[in-house]
Every structure is written in structure tokens, then in C-alpha cells.
């Protein structure tokens, strides 16, 4: 019979697939950085640029998709899709890169937003990964405070292992473009990865129709949303 329990094994393969989806996330960013450095010629205007676009698309993604995820019946299925497309665009990535570096009649301001689109678009799908995987579990009426946690937590350190795999060992050992193809790869499989759960879970396990407060605690006044969320752009605009 259908449960509202999601089992301990797709738990699992939720939380590997997000810890690849932070280190490919992070690889683009380091590899991304680095091809850019030729059609804009410096090398802190690439890390400037591809840190902000990568804010940028990263913030529009998970306020437009991470939305879209509280309308459709399928959100593991949303993430699948999502991870799948990202690392189709990583493929192509290197070749777009010296389309642009190849058009010597451009400014150097047309040359800097087409280079700031290439990686807002990419980014713009990874903002939408962790809150669409959020609103799945936040669906299954267990331990959604862990769960979520454990995602964030994941993801995080598998950023922090993509940043280091990527600068430290693939792009000296196997170039740019191999480094964006294998981060891509680890895109397509945290994508299947979540779709095998998507669909090997659709009929054990019945989702609510909204996401359930975990202990029944009331959400948060709109003035203590709005200055929670003053405090954390503060503090990110004083990391960054």
C-alpha cells in the first residue's frame, strides 16, 4: 500500500545526486572562469564576471523554477529535467565560448554581456536544483527539517569538492573544455539519478498537497520574513 514514508535507499541517491550537482556547479565555475579569460582578456574581469552571473542566474532560477516546482505534480521529475538540460548547455559551452572570442568586431561591452549571458543562462537552471528537491521532501510528512538540512548540506560540500577536483586536478590534467564535458557529465547522472527516484517511488509513496510545517510550527510574520531576508542580502553582499 502507498505511504507517506520515502525509503531510506531513495533518500540516499536524492542525497548523492545533489552532492554531484554541487560539485558539476561549481567545476562549471571554475572551468567557465577560465575559458572566459580570452574573449575578455583578463583574468579577474572572467572571475568577477562568472561569480556575479552566477549569483545572478542562481538567485532568478530559484525564485522563477523553485515557484514552478509548487505547481507541478512531479517536482523530482522538474529536477531531473533541469540537471539533464544543464549539462546538455555545459557540452556545448567551450564552443560557445570561442564563438564569442572568435568575433573580433565586437566592443568590449558587447563582448562582456554576451559572456555574462552564457553563464546566466546555465546558472539560472542550477538556482532551481536544491528548491525544487526542497519541495519534494517537503511533500513526505517525515523528518522534513533533516532532510532538507542533509540536502543543503550535501550540496555544499560537493561544491566545495568540485571547486578543488576542478582547479587542483581536471583542468591541468585534462584541459577546459574536458573539465566542462566531465562536470556536464556529472549533470546528466545527478538528473537519472533523481528520475530513478522519481519513478520507482511514485506509487509507494503519497505526497500531501502542501508542504507540511515539521512539529506544527507557525510560519514566520512578513515583518520578520522581510528583515530575515534584509540580513542575509546584507550579509552576502559583505561576503562577496
Known sequence: MPTNRFPLAALVAVVVATFISGAAALAYEVSWSRMLVVPLGNSSDATALVLASFMLGIALGARALGGLADRVHGPLKLYAAVEMLLGAYALA???LVHQIGSLAWLSSAAV???S???VVIPS???GATVPVLVRA???ISTDIRFRIGVVYGTNTI???VGAALAGFWAIPLLGLTQTSRLAALGSVLSGLLVLAVH???RRNVVLTQ???SSNGDALPSRAVALVALAVVSVSGFAML
Open 116 to 118: 555574462c549571458l552564457l
Open 158 to 160: 560537493g561544491a566545495a
Open 137 to 139: 521532501l517537503s511533500l
Open 112 to 114: 562582456f554581456g554576451a
Open 124 to 126: 539560472f537552471a542550477m
Open 199 to 201: 519513478r520507482l517511488t
Open 210 to 212: 502542501k508542504p507540511v
Open 93 to 95: 559551452m567551450p564552443h
